[in-house]
C-alpha cells in the first residue's frame, strides 16, 4: 500500500511569505496526487488535482508541483494571509491506477500557522 | 443545500452500545465512503460503496456495519462500542471515473466512547 510522508507537524510562516509544504510517497508511482485543506472541526476540503504527467499546476495563490522521479509533491501558498492557516493534507489513489472507488490514503497533514 | 450532510455532529455514549451515523450527499455522485479520523488526525478510509454495493472494506472490525439504501445515502453502525471507536467519522462522496477521485467531505461527526 502507499506510505505518504509529509514534512513536520507544524509549520510557521510570516505572513506575506511563500509557504512551501513538502509531500513524499513510496512505494508505486500514481496516477495523480491532490492536496486537501482541513480546519478544525471540519472534514477537508478538495483544493488541486495534478496528474502523472504534469509537472505543476496553479490555482490563485497556489501552486502544486508533482515529481514522479523523486515521488515528490511541493505545494506553495504565495503571500501568505492567516486565514490560509490549517490543516494541509496529501492525497493519493489508493489503487494502481486511481478512480474505480478506491479512495484515497492520506498523509498525516502539515498544520500551516501564519503569523501576523 | 449543503453537499454532504452527517448526522449526528456530536455523539457521546457509553461503551457496550450500539450507535449509527447517518449520511446523505445531494451531488448525485455514485460512491460514498466512510473514513476515520483518531486522535492524532491520521485520516483513513473503512468503507467505500459504490452504487449501493460494497467495493472496500479495509480491516475494520465486523462490529462496524455500513449500510446503502440508495446512492445518496449511506449509514454507518456500529455494535459493542469500545473506548478505541472515539474518533471523528467522516462520510464523503466522489464521482467515479478513471484518474480521479475527488472526495466531498461531510462535517464529520465525533464519536466520544466512554
Known amino acids: 500500500s502507499q506510505k505518504i510522508e509529509q514534512n513536520s507537524e507544524a509549520l510557521n510562516i510570516q505572513e506575506g511569505k511563500t509557504a512551501t509544504l513538502t509531500c513524499n510517497y513510496t512505494?508505486?508511482?500514481?496516477?495523480?496526487l491532490q492536496w486537501y485543506r482541513q480546519d478544525p472541526g471540519r472534514g477537508p476540503v478538495f483544493l488541486l488535482l495534478?496528474?502523472?504527467?504534469?509537472k505543476e499546476k496553479r490555482k490563485e495563490r497556489l501552486k502544486v508541483t508533482f515529481d514522479t522521479t523523486l515521488k515528490q509533491s511541493l505545494f506553495h501558498i504565495t503571500a501568505s494571509q492567516p486565514a490560509d492557516s490549517a490543516t494541509y493534507l496529501c492525497?493519493?489513489?489508493?489503487?494502481?491506477?486511481?478512480?474505480?472507488?478506491?479512495?484515497?490514503?492520506f498523509g498525516k497533514g502539515t498544520h500551516l500557522i501564519i503569523q501576523p | 443545500d449543503t453537499a454532504v450532510s452527517q448526522t449526528p455532529k456530536y455523539l457521546v455514549t457509553q461503551m457496550g452500545n450500539d450507535k449509527s451515523i447517518k449520511c446523505e450527499q445531494n451531488?448525485?455522485?455514485?460512491?460514498m465512503y466512510w473514513y476515520k479520523q483518531d486522535s492524532k488526525k491520521f485520516l483513513k478510509i473503512m468503507f467505500s460503496?459504490?452504487?449501493?454495493?460494497?467495493?472496500i472494506n479495509e480491516t475494520v472490525p465486523n462490529r462496524f456495519s455500513p449500510k446503502s439504501p440508495d446512492k445518496a445515502h449511506l449509514n454507518l453502525h456500529i455494535n459493542s462500542l469500545e473506548l478505541g471507536d472515539s474518533a471523528v467519522y467522516f462520510c464523503?462522496?466522489?464521482?467515479?471515473?478513471?484518474?480521479?477521485?475527488?472526495?466531498?467531505f461531510g462535517p464529520g461527526t465525533r464519536l466520544t466512547v466512554l
Open positions: 495534478i496528474r502523472e504527467n504534469e
Open positions: 464523503a462522496s466522489s464521482r467515479t471515473s478513471a484518474y480521479t477521485d475527488t472526495q466531498y
Open positions: 451531488l448525485g455522485h455514485d460512491t
Open positions: 512505494n508505486y508511482s500514481p496516477a495523480y
Open positions: 460503496y459504490n452504487n449501493k454495493e460494497l467495493i
Open positions: 492525497a493519493l489513489p489508493r489503487g494502481d491506477s486511481g478512480g474505480g472507488a478506491d479512495g484515497l490514503t
